[in-house]
Structure formats: structure tokens, C-alpha cells
């Protein structure tokens, strides 16, 4: 392999070079771009940096306003829902009045004075527990049965006291009971000790 | 030190050999199997070669312009000699070669420009003092050319010397290991360079005007033609003791101006193998059939020629 040969070049710089003072020149120069440079970039770093905070509180305020109404809201269905637990454990008892108006609807052929004395004064009774799922009359008024739900049998007894107490304007008395597990529909918030019962 | 490295070709002008311009565009940049393509040559006379202007524009009308520019000066114009190298790195070389010439007193610091190459004999003979060769020119003078160049506009890029030329075309022609010896004729003498693995080892020049050839008879010429042979023996002889490494067997000598005689009296005198120089083994002259045709237009264009082969792949 042949070693690199070396070529002549006359044409060579005429100037004198000023090598030392172009380099500081030329560092001075860098230096000062370089700052500007960086400050440039600084300042715009900071604006954007304050953009963003404008923008993360504009979005704060939304969100806050949001929560605002979603609270509006989640009270009102926090009400709705109380109201509609209210619906439901009130449902059976409407259902047993239901079952009361139509057991009076087919009671002894339309007798309104005889069943009405009766009925007034039973529904007139209120016993934590227990509803009633029938209420029959017969022998002309003579003979009351009553049939119903309780929580447990010593509310039955209680309710049967407090009847015969009643009824004994009417000449009437229960003296009979008969109870049993239930198997029926249940009241809310009832225990597993449901009763059915039967009065006459 | 290299200024203008392009892989492309030159155009090179050489304004300053007797009184014509002369111009060629050569491309290197060819695959590694051809050689050199020379696009263009031109030579024109000019009443005044230095300086003429208009000549030089109408001289580059005729050349590729695309090519960068290298300007080769006149031997009159530049000095080349031999000094040891300084002990000292490389990034002080210039500035020390400078304090050397200084102190030869023929020259002052600023005034001269100044371009340097080693003489290698590191590797062949490590304990033997390091030689360069260091060619000035006068600052002023180089200014005042150039100014002159730009107003024709020539902007060269490079401004070289006739010794690295004809070197460049010898680095061409050798052979593994040999030393060769490369003749040359101009219109003012005869030259003649030594190298060995493409770089310039010694180099001479016999003043000798063309025109006292010319004028001579037979036996005047004779004379003339033995102290070249003379001096071409001493060179090959000083080669022999200084640079043991390149033995120069084989002399080439280019193509003169006119036939004279020096190839058949140095072929008939030498104990060496004397060639005359084919530049087809150089160059691809196929663009340029009035060059390939014509010894007095290779004689005149060897110079340019040689300078343009400056960015050539030359094969070891």
C-alpha cells in the first residue's frame, strides 16, 4: 500500500489571523445567542406553565360545579329511595286493606249496618306486627272471625284482649285462636317467627 | 497544508511556461479500473502570459468550468529547496519552517507564503536525519496575481508548483519499489524529478534555452545533450548513496517541444532503461485526439496535466 503523498498549496491566508481574539469574539457571540436562547425558552416555559394553570383551574371549577349538581341529585335520590322503602313496607298493609275492602265487598250479601259496627271497631285497634287477611260475619252479626299475620303470638294475644275489649259493646266475643307457622307473605322487617292466626 | 480536497477533477491553467496559456479539465473521479479522463485541453498564446486578462477569459471559455480551479506557477515564480525538518510537533512545523527561512535573510516572516512536504525516509532509514522540501513565494507578488485572476474571473483554489506535477505524473508511472527518473523539456530547460512510492526524493533543473538547441549544429548539440546525461547520472548517483531504498533502473523522458534528439541520445548513452513517456498510460486521452496526436501540445500540457492527477487514485 502506497503512504499518502503530500500536495503543495500556495494559496494560503493573507490576512493575519487574529486567532485569540476571533475565538472570544465567537465565544462572546455564543454566549450571548445562548442566553437569549435559553430565555426565550425560559419565558415560554413559564407562560405555558401558567396556561396550564388557568386551564387545571377553569377545569377545577368545572368539576366542582359538577360534583354541586351531582350531590343535588344524589339527595334527591337518596330521598326518592327512603320514600320508596316507605312505598314497599307500606305495600303490605295495603294489600291487606285491599283484601279488606274486598272482603267486605262480598260479606253477607251487602249488609252494610251490621258489618260496619264490627268492622269500625276492629279497624279502630292498632297492634304493632300484626294485620289482619280476613274478617268475616255471620249469623247476622252474631258470629266475628278474624284471620291474620303476626310477628309473634304474644302480639295475636295482645290483639285479642284489646278485641274482645272492643267488641264487648257489640255483644260479641272471640274466645277461640288458633295459630300456626306462617307461610304466607310476609311483612318487612319481619322476624322468622311469623304467625297466622285465626280468631272467632 | 490541503486546501480544496475534491474527488471530482480539476481544471487546471498554467499561464506561465514562455508565451501561451495553457488549460486542461481532467476527471478523477473514475472507477478503479480506468484512468483519468482528460475532458478538455486548450493552449493559446498570449502577448503577455502573466497578466493578460482577456486571453485567460477566453482561455476558460474553453474548459470545464464546473471543475474547481488550481493554478500552477512558472519556475521563476516560487523557490523550492531542501531543509532538515525542525524537531518539533506538527502544529508548530509552519510557524518554525517560517523562523528558518527568516533567518536565511532572503525573506522576512510575513512577506512570503509558504507550503511544506516531507522527503519520507522514516520508515527505509529511521536514524537518518528528516528532509522537507518548503516552497515560498512573495506574498506580494501571489496577491497581485490573484487580484489579476479574479478580475478574468478565475478564482483558483489551489496554487501549485511544476515540481509536484511532473512528480504526480512519475508517482503515475513507477513500479513496485522502484525509483524512477522522469525527463522533462520545457521552452527555458530541462527538469527532472526522482521518486519513489509517489513522492518527490530529489529534483533538478538544467537551464537551457530551447531556442540555443535549436540554434545549435551537431556537435554543439551533442555537448548539450551530454550534460544532461552528466547531470541525469549524478542525480541517479546521489539517489543511490542518500535514498538506497529506491534503485533508479529506469529513466522516462517526456515528450519536448520539438524533436531534439534527447530521448535517442539518452536511450543510446545511459546504462539504464530509458522509456519515452505514453500518456496513455496515464491519462484516457480518447476526448482529446489533438493532445494524443500532438508531442509539442503533451510537452506544453505535462505540467497542468501532472497537477490535475493531485485528487487521482494512483494504483501502488
Given at each position: 500500500m502506497r503512504p499518502p503523498v503530500t500536495h503543495i498549496n500556495l494559496l494560503q491566508r493573507t490576512a493575519p489571523r487574529h486567532t485569540a481574539a476571533w475565538a472570544l469574539a465567537a465565544l462572546l457571540a455564543l454566549s450571548v445567542v445562548g442566553t437569549v436562547v435559553y430565555g426565550s425558552r425560559l419565558r415560554s416555559q413559564a407562560q405555558e406553565a401558567m396556561h396550564r394553570r388557568d386551564d387545571m383551574a377553569q377545569q377545577l371549577k368545572q368539576v366542582q360545579a359538577r360534583l354541586a349538581i351531582q350531590n343535588g341529585e344524589q339527595v334527591k335520590s337518596a330521598t326518592a329511595v327512603a320514600l320508596r322503602k316507605e312505598v314497599d313496607a307500606l305495600q303490605p298493609q295495603a294489600q291487606v286493606a285491599q283484601a279488606l275492602i274486598d272482603a267486605v265487598r262480598n260479606a253477607e250479601g251487602g249488609r252494610t249496618d251490621e258489618f260496619a259496627r264490627p268492622l269500625a271497631a276492629m279497624t279502630g285497634l292498632n297492634e304493632p306486627g300484626l294485620w289482619l287477611t280476613a274478617l268475616t260475619l255471620s249469623a247476622s252479626g252474631k258470629r266475628l272471625e278474624l284471620q291474620g299475620q303476626a310477628s309473634n303470638g304474644a302480639s295475636v294475644l295482645r290483639y285479642a284482649r284489646r278485641a274482645n275489649e272492643s267488641l264487648q259493646s257489640l255483644t260479641l266475643h272471640l274466645d277461640s285462636l288458633e295459630l300456626q307457622p306462617a307461610t304466607g307473605v310476609a311483612a318487612p322487617g319481619?322476624?322468622?317467627g311469623m304467625v297466622s292466626f285465626r280468631l272467632y | 497544508m490541503e486546501f480544496g480536497i475534491n474527488r471530482k477533477g480539476w481544471t487546471v491553467i498554467d499561464c506561465c511556461d514562455g508565451s501561451s496559456l495553457c488549460a486542461v479539465s481532467l476527471k478523477?473521479?473514475?472507477?478503479?479500473?480506468e484512468r483519468p479522463l482528460v475532458l478538455s485541453v486548450v493552449e493559446q498564446a498570449a502577448e503577455s502570459a502573466d497578466l493578460d486578462a482577456a486571453a485567460l477569459r477566453d482561455l476558460m471559455?474553453?474548459?470545464?468550468?464546473?471543475l474547481p480551479i488550481l493554478m500552477t506557477l512558472g519556475r521563476t515564480q516560487y523557490r523550492l529547496r531542501v531543509m532538515s525538518e525542525p524537531a518539533v510537533p506538527q502544529r508548530e512545523m509552519h510557524s518554525s519552517l517560517r523562523w528558518s527561512l527568516s533567518t536565511e535573510g532572503d525573506s522576512s516572516l510575513e512577506e512570503v507564503n509558504l507550503a511544506w512536504m516531507r522527503i519520507p525516509t522514516?520508515?527505509?532509514?529511521?536514524?537518518r536525519p528528516r528532509q522537507l522540501y518548503a516552497v515560498t513565494t512573495t506574498k506580494a507578488w501571489l496577491a497581485a496575481r490573484l487580484a489579476a485572476w479574479r478580475q478574468a474571473g478565475v478564482r483558483p483554489k489551489v496554487v501549485d508548483i511544476r515540481e509536484t506535477a511532473l512528480r504526480n505524473i512519475a508517482g503515475a508511472l513507477e513500479r513496485p519499489g522502484e525509483g524512477l527518473a522522469l525527463v522533462s523539456a520545457d521552452a527555458e530547460g530541462v527538469g527532472m524529478v526522482f521518486t519513489h512510492q509517489g513522492s518527490l526524493y530529489l529534483d533538478r533543473y538544467i537551464e537551457q534555452p530551447l531556442a540555443e538547441v535549436r540554434a545549435a549544429d551537431a556537435a554543439t548539440r551533442i555537448r548539450l545533450h551530454e550534460r544532461i546525461a552528466l547531470q541525469l547520472m549524478r542525480s541517479i548517483d546521489v539517489i543511490g548513496r542518500s535514498?538506497?531504498?529506491?534503485?533508479?533502473?529506469r529513466v522516462v523522458v517526456a515528450p519536448a517541444p520539438?524533436?531534439?534528439g534527447l530521448l535517442e541520445f539518452l536511450t543510446e548513452h545511459l546504462p539504464l532503461t530509458v522509456e519515452p513517456l505514453d500518456l496513455n498510460q496515464v491519462f484516457d486521452l480518447g476526448k482529446v485526439p489533438a493532445l494524443a496526436q500532438s508531442s509539442a501540445l503533451q510537452a506544453r500540457c505535462l505540467v497542468p496535466l501532472g497537477a490535475a492527477l493531485r485528487s487521482a487514485k494512483v494504483a501502488a
Open positions: 319481619a322476624s322468622n | 478523477t473521479a473514475v472507477r478503479t479500473s471559455a474553453h474548459v470545464d468550468r464546473s522514516e520508515d527505509q532509514l529511521p536514524s535514498y538506497p531504498f529506491m534503485p533508479v533502473t520539438e524533436a531534439l
